[in-house]
């Protein structure tokens, strides 16, 4: 069973960047699709991106595209998320995923979830 820890997140101003690990520990790691997701104070954790296995397919938010890249590196067993001109909306708990089943952007086709990690981004 894989287990995944996030890092990375922090205290931000609005047009600045930051970049999110997902370390993960198990063999298994490679064989699995990877999601980043995000929940903001009394809103439902929504999808932020995704990476396939082997890394050459990604998937975006609309809300986050352009500004976010989802990377892995098997080797290392870790997916980034790298964030760019970042906006006060964009602060929430981000959680990164393992895929099961399902489209990506459904969290309930994630197991497990990492403990989290916050991002704040201040006007």
Known sequence: QVQLVE???GLVQAG???????????????SYA??????????EREFVAAISWSGTSTYYADSVKGRFTISRDNAKNTVYLQMNSLKPEDTAFYYCG??????????????????????????
């Open 7 to 9: 890092s990375g997140g």
């Open 34 to 43: 990877i999601g980043w997701f995000r929940q903001a104070p009394g809103k």
């Open 98 to 123: 393992a895929h099961r089943s399902g489209p990506y952007y459904y969290s309930s086709g994630y197991d497990p979830w990492g403990q989290g990690t916050q991002v704040t981004v201040s006007s």
């Open 16 to 30: 600045g960047s930051l970049r999110l690990s997902c370390a993960a520990s198990g063999r298994s790691f490679s």
